[in-house]
């Protein structure tokens, strides 16, 4: 079961080029491919591997 309340969570996109983080919510990161960086306005492709984790879940605090 999907948990659709996931979508409005924040999730961290990092530019590979500056390193710039760019939140979005995941339920935009489900329905884009690619977003272009704020920073340095490259386009990055939004892979998992450049997904960063929230800095607010408390989890390993
Ligand atoms: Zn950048």
Known sequence: MIDHSLNDNEIGVLCPGCCYETKKKVGWVKTHTQ??????????????RN???PRNTGADD
């Not at 977003?35 to 998992?48: T, Y």
């Open 35 to 48: 977003m272009e960086c704020r920073n340095c306005g490259s386009i990055v492709d939004i892979e998992s």
């Open 51 to 53: 997904f960063r984790a």
